[in-house]
């Protein structure tokens, strides 16, 4: 919707939208910072006239390729109150706590949906998103983004209140370049290289990253689902009878993709339109039936309680986690230096006034530490 960053954000070409006619591309000024979904809806609803039966056919096909973080902003918030007369949060509250719905939302909006996910083999995908990046580099990323930072960001930066959180300023690929922006031109072309190929790298890795989230996303939204009722959840309670079918179609070949997913998905389609039941089997995940989710963990190292024996799983393999417990064992082993250079002190061979055995003296030297 922004205007400018044109390659990084991936935009249809100007070919492209002649074949197939486009919509609400590049319209917002790229400094505004506060453009939010709901005024996108609002805009988006008069070029939608000959076509709203879409927006409310019963049996929808939704092609998963991307997933959208979740957070509360202001005005959303401001205007779901003003609509309900409750805030956001007990509004999303409500909506989880609804017959078939459950912690990651609220019932889904259709019945009986059907899902086709094109995934490939993480190495082939980690592949592609490299050589996207390099793709892109010789489209002219370069030259874009000098651009836009000479146009929008410069004066920002100069008064040291640039803004990478918000807008179009938060885009894969343009923060990455940040030091090499500011600095080129100002700095010997060794560093201005070493500075470049440094952006380069963090893009294929952030962009590698934001792959991984997305394929979590599918399962933790789709895959792991325990619907609870008729009326289909995205709940986190592991796969159950009435989770909607997911069609995995394998995209890491592209050279079958007419055999391994153009006619899959056709067939898939055909069958879901006439109420058939299609030849393909839905992708399912393994599900322990003896998972607790309402289990309480407390970690005494992060001073957290987490509940569910799949969140405390994730929790002891998370980042913040392993850090404390670095910590603890850093401490561990300062108190054992301690112990060793006092054991090994100048006064060690004197006499003790109360000599006891060389196990109960090293146990009590141990304690006070």
């Known amino acids: 919707v922004y205007e400018g960053l044109d390659i990084i954000t991936n935009k249809v070409s100007a070919q492209e939208q002649r074949i197939c006619r486009h919509h609400m591309i590049s319209f917002v000024d790229p400094l505004v910072t506060n453009y939010t979904v709901v005024d996108f ?31 509360l902003s202001i005005p959303r918030s401001l205007q779901v109150f003003e609509e309900t007369g409750i805030s956001h949060s007990e509004f999303l509250h409500r ?3 609804e017959e078939g719905g459950g912690p990651l939302g609220g019932p889904l909006k259709f019945s009986n949906p059907c899902i086709l996910w094109l995934h490939a083999d ?39 209140s640039q803004d990478y959180q918000h807008g179009i300023f938060q885009s894969i690929g343009f923060k990455e370049f940040h030091e090499y922006l500011i600095t080129e031109g100002k700095c010997t072309l060794e560093t201005s290289n070493q ?13 590698k990253r934001y792959a991984r989230k997305q394929n979590r996303w599918v399962k933790n939204r789709f895959l792991s689902s325990k619907l609870t009722s008729h009326n289909l959840s995205l709940s986190s309670l592991g796969p159950g009878p009435f989770v909607p079918p997911v069609y995995g179609l ?6 079958k993709w007419e055999e391994s997913v153009l006619e899959p998905a056709l067939e898939i389609v055909q069958s879901f339109i006439q109420g058939c039941k299609p030849t393909a089997t839905p992708i399912k995940m393994p599900y ?7 289990s309480y963990h407390l970690c005494d190292l992060c001073d957290r309680i987490i509940i569910g024996d799949r969140e405390w799983a994730a929790h ?32 060690h061979n004197k006499e003790p006034k109360e000599k006891g055995s060389p196990g109960q003296n090293d146990q009590e030297l141990k304690c006070s530490v």
């Not at 580099?137 to 040291?160: C, I, M, P, T, W």
């Not at 322990?288 to 309402?294: W, Y």
């Open 250 to 255: 394998e995209v890491s070949d592209v050279s």
């Open 95 to 97: 909506q989880h706590t």
């Open 195 to 207: 500075l470049l190929k440094k952006g380069i790298e963090a893009l294929k890795q952030v962009t």
């Open 316 to 347: 002891i393999k998370s980042k913040s986690h392993l850090n404390q417990l670095k910590k603890r064992r850093r401490l561990d082993s300062d108190a054992v230096n301690t112990i060793e250079s006092q054991s090994v002190s100048p006064d």
């Open 41 to 71: 809806r609002n805009r988006a609803t008069i070029y939608l006239p000959e076509t709203k039966f879409l927006l409310s056919w019963e049996e929808p096909i939704i092609t998963l390729n991307l997933c959208s973080g979740k957070f």
């Open 288 to 294: 322990n039936e003896a998972e607790n989710k309402r």
């Open 122 to 160: 993480q190495a082939v995908l980690d592949e592609r998103l490299d050589k996207r990046v390099d793709d892109m580099l010789a489209a002219g990323l370069l030259e874009e983004l000098r651009d836009f930072h000479r146009r929008y960001n410069q004066k920002n930066v100069s008064e040291n």
